[in-house]
């Protein structure tokens, strides 16, 4: 009863980080939309410049710009972050976009939790058990169908294979990334980690245009084109990593992880419904495997998180932090 009470308060947490996994889901389908129109580093280019803007807004309405002061030791870290961080990983995703599919993409990309982990195994020294390890193998088994089309034999450089490979390099960078940058994230509050990812995420992409596309710089988008960048913007960048992180910082993150796994479905659904996407047999049981994959990494978390807070419930006043740390 007591857990049924618990969930009902956090009801809103749990509408937030839905809807973000939603905002995310829905970004690999608007991606392809703009790449008819335009190419991925401008899209990657007004996407970054008008979230960057929104979350400068957004930031001055909480309470001005004083609040972002770091201390010496995280300024250049967070400086760096900020502008390689979403750069790499956005610029990777529209790329491998502008030749596969919204659903593969969605599919490779739904695998980065279990990379995840994989990765903090043999950075961090976490514990990398039997469940995971299940949960890696199948996982990879289904990406490498996802990849590869079922067609190992025949694979070859070019089209969609392309395009899935670069998917596949990006899901890797943001594991890798969401693990090395672990200790930065921890030192700094959710709000204002945003604010540098996504202020200082615009700087990049606008020196790649000047440099190599000076007169795509001057083009502003028009019609479908500009209303998906607004859309990738607002939805996909500055909502969902607001919602995200808030949602982060109430209840335990076991817990807000199992809502990223919402995005790959939410994703597939869309790229089925609105583009007439129709994945082949081997992309169908890549699709099983992938999201088997991420139901044994949740199960996992689930009781994780159940037996914690079992403990917690038994412990004498005083010991949570304690055993949180030995944990």
Known sequence: MSEFRTNARNWPVFAALTLSAFCWGSSFAVVRVCLRQLTPLQV???????????????????????????????????????????????????????????????LIFGFSPVMIALFAALFLGERFGVEKRLAAAVGFAGVALVVTGGRLNALHWGG??????????AASYWAAYSVLTRVYSQRVSPAVYTTYLLTLGAVVPWVLVSAFAPVASHSIPHGVALAGVIYLAFSSTFLAMNLWNW?????????????????????ASIGILFLGERPGVPGLIGAVLVLGSIGLSSARLGRSAAARSCASNQRPPGQDAKAAIEE
Do not use: D, H, K
């Open 160 to 169: 969609m294979t392309t395009g899935n490979v670069v998917e596949l390099g």
């Open 247 to 267: 949602g982060l910082s109430r209840i335990e993150a076991s817990r807000v992880g199992v809502f990223s796994y919402l995005e790959p479905v939410f994703a």
């Open 44 to 106: 990657l280019a007004w996407q970054s410049l008008i979230a960057a803007v929104m979350q400068a807004v957004f930031s001055l309405l909480r309470g001005g710009w004083s609040g972002l002061a770091l201390p010496r030791g995280v300024l250049l870290p967070m400086i760096l972050l900020g502008l390689a961080g979403q750069c790499v990983l956005n610029g990777l995703c529209f790329l491998g976009l502008a030749y596969t599919t919204a659903t593969n993409a969605a």
